[in-house]
């Protein structure tokens, strides 16, 4: 498969704490890419990195062979990568249709994209709205939702931009363990129509084992090991700094040992 | 705020609204007496001014300079016919919203990167320099100003008593035309903008939009209408001068207005100006010392019981009805 997006050499300092370290990475199109790692482990600053809202310290992005580092997080948008926040970011005196039909509006207007009519742009909103399980907030305000209505609301907003490559920045978090599968699921299956490469960053693995082609596992601002999931989440660094089950297990010999 | 449903019809609800005000004030203009048609058109002007402080408002910000632009359009009357002899009043409401709205394209390239505090701040200081500058400007009449005459309207003659019904007629066909196009403005991709900026200017840029070309854009709107408004006020009183212009004062009654009316619709700049008029010359008349403090009792009722200001009143009762 063909690069979509890749990272050459990354790093971020913010004075004496490098947040991103030497980042090197392929992403393959229409792929779906889970960042993983523990609080501070770059995962956040790769995804703001490549959508402009932080500028690397070094090295370069590459966006269909286009170098877009440092670029305004706007132009990034329209040349085609949308996200997501892990704190909903939303409009919140508007209504849900009216969130959604800013997106589609700011998207109809964009170079990169095909013009839509206003039936076509009204069709896209209801698509979206039924997609993401919106229909029965359809006319509140945004402010009034609940998280998991938020979180769901924020992605689509992110859609709503058509984007070729969509990052996700930890989609579940705020939103109870039963609904965490609904909505990966209601995300996959509206994104399943579409060409779109996928990043999300994830603290559930479960969620990540069941939706992603590949791992990025993250610690100290590295990627520590990239690969298929059931190989990545058996990886020995994975285990010990992400997941933490070496430390469980030493845990548990320190306290029969002690027991001894 | 919360309609799932776009109005993409002309003839909605607002416009239909507007065009019966439009309608009952022609037709009543004919048998009111002078000084209601003077005091109507000073509703109206101002009406078209905090038209544009709405604008600004819906994007989330508070210019406390739009006296500036209300002085570039007097102004840009005044010296029409002043020193050119150009005393149409079309040709002055043109020529004081084509000044200020490129006054606006310029100034605004600065002010679109301020926000909150800041962004009132500078347009203030812009206001206070033009109102400086007026006041050492002998040529212009410092600080009593000068007067002008307004002769024709469109070629037609303003003669007689049929002057100021004309004068009030064109002020509300103006009113119609500045709120017909808000309307639509706000019912448009870039009216729904203002409101996104308002609440969360990072997901805009997320989503591929400039906030500052929409901020600069919405402070030429709203500068030209101000511009437009000042022409008008010129026309009507015949009179300009920088302490009721450009002085902060006038700028900070704009805001006034715009707080007692509302942003929720354009016919509530035209409700606040027309009740702010009401009351200043009320109190003007029955407290002459006092007068100011009426419409400080005004203003914190308002902001009690109904802060979404006075037309949220008609928005409350359409909702319970």
């Not at chain 1, 076509?120 to 359809?138: P, V």
């Not at chain 2, 109102?131 to 009449?141: H, I, M, N, R, W």
């Not at chain 2, 437009?228 to 302490?243: K, N, Q, R, S, Y």
Request: glycine letters at 10%; proline letters at 3%.
């Amino acid at each position: 498969m063909a690069t979509i997006l890749e990272a050459k050499g990354l790093s971020k300092s913010f004075g004496a704490v490098t947040a991103a370290n030497d980042i090197n990475a392929r992403i393959e199109q229409d792929s779906v890419v889970g960042l993983i790692g523990s609080n501070g482990a770059g995962k956040t600053t790769f995804i703001n990195m490549v959508t402009g809202y932080l500028k690397p310290s070094a090295g370069t992005i590459l966006y269909q062979d286009r170098d877009i580092t440092g670029m305004q997080p706007r132009r990034v948008t329209q040349l085609g990568i949308c996200r997501s926040f892990q704190i909903p970011q939303l409009f919140n005196t508007l209504s849900v249709y009216e969130n959604i039909r800013v997106g589609v509006g700011i998207a109809g207007r964009s170079r990169s994209a095909p013009r839509q009519s206003e039936p076509e742009a009204r069709a896209q909103i209801d698509r979206l709205i039924e997609d993401f399980g919106l229909g029965g907030y359809r006319t509140q305000a945004a402010g009034l939702l609940p998280e998991g209505v938020r979180k769901a609301l924020d992605i689509a907003m992110a859609v709503a931009g058509r984007p070729r490559v969509l990052l996700l920045d930890e989609p579940t978090s705020g939103v109870s363990a039963d609904e965490k599968f609904r909505l990966m699921d209601m995300v996959m299956s509206a994104l399943a129509a579409q060409r779109v490469t996928v990043l999300f960053v994830e603290h559930d693995m479960d969620i990540v084992s069941r939706y992603t082609h590949r791992i990025l596992a993250f610690y100290e601002g590295r990627i520590i090991a990239d690969g298929e999931p059931q190989e990545v989440l058996q990886h020995a660094e994975v285990l010990r700094y992400v997941i933490g089950e070496q430390l469980h297990v030493s845990a548990g010999k320190e306290a029969s040992r002690a027991a001894d | 705020m919360n309609d799932a449903k776009t109005p993409t019809a002309f003839w909605d609800r607002t416009m239909i609204g507007l065009s019966a005000a439009l309608l009952v004030l022609l037709i009543v203009g004919l048998v009111l007496p002078q000084w209601a048609l003077s005091f109507g058109t000073v509703g109206v002007y101002l009406g078209i001014v905090v038209l544009g402080m709405a604008l600004l408002m819906r994007t989330g910000l508070v210019s406390f300079g739009q006296g500036l632009y209300y002085c570039l359009g007097a102004y840009a009357a005044g010296t029409l016919d002043h020193f050119f002899n150009l005393s149409d009043l079309l040709v002055m409401v043109v020529a004081g919203a084509l000044l200020a709205g490129v006054v606006a394209g310029i100034l605004g390239l600065l002010l679109a990167r301020y926000r909150d505090i800041f962004f009132a701040m500078l347009s203030l200081a812009f206001s206070m320099i033009l109102y400086g500058l007026l006041v050492k400007t002998s040529q212009l009449g410092s600080t009593d100003g000068f007067g002008l005459s307004v002769k024709t309207f469109a070629g037609i003659a303003l003669s007689g008593g049929r002057a100021r019904y004309l004068i009030f007629s064109f002020a509300c066909l103006l009113g119609f035309v500045a709120a017909a196009f808000m309307h639509r403005y706000w019912s448009s991709h870039l009216g729904r903008l203002a409101t996104a900026i308002r609440d969360n200017e990072l997901r805009v840029e997320y989503m591929g939009e400039s906030v500052r070309r929409v901020i600069h854009l919405n402070y030429v709107i709203s500068a030209t209408l101000a511009g437009i408004g000042g022409a008008l006020m010129a026309g009507a009183i015949g009179h300009v001068d920088p302490e009721t212009t450009a002085n902060w004062t006038t700028s900070g009654e704009f805001v006034f207005i715009a707080i007692l009316g509302g942003t929720g619709s354009v016919f509530a700049p035209f409700l606040g100006a027309g009740i702010f008029e009401a009351v200043r010359t009320f109190a003007l008349e029955r407290f002459p010392n006092t007068w100011q403090m009426s419409l400080g009792i005004t203003m914190l009722l308002v902001m009690i019981f109904l802060p979404g200001g006075l037309w949220s009143a008609f928005r409350a009762r359409r909702r319970t009805a």
